[in-house]
């Protein structure tokens, strides 16, 4: 499967792991926003020792709060066509 050039990536959800590959991807100067829920945010990720809100707070990575990703218009300006949505 090819896709192309990628320099762009859309995260879904929560956890340490989608923390991890934010700033993974932020490091390397890809363009990542993450869409997430009050749940996600507000969940204490204990190995960080923060909350997802916390982390990407700090971390300077753009996120929004969404609590149905079909409805919300913000998601309209992060996709391209060398997006890569991921979940």
Do not use: W
Request: glycine fraction near 4%.
């Amino acid at each position: 499967m090819n896709f192309g050039k990628i320099d762009n990536y859309i995260l879904f959800g929560g956890g340490r792991f989608l923390c991890y590959l934010a700033e993974k991807l932020k490091k390397e100067n890809i363009s990542v926003a993450v869409f997430s829920c009050n749940r996600h945010l507000d969940e204490y990720l204990n190995p960080l020792k923060m909350t997802l809100m916390e982390f990407l707070k700090e971390k300077q990575i753009s996120y929004f709060n969404t609590e149905d990703i079909n409805q919300d218009k913000e998601i309209e300006k992060y996709i391209t066509d060398s997006t890569m949505p991921t979940k």
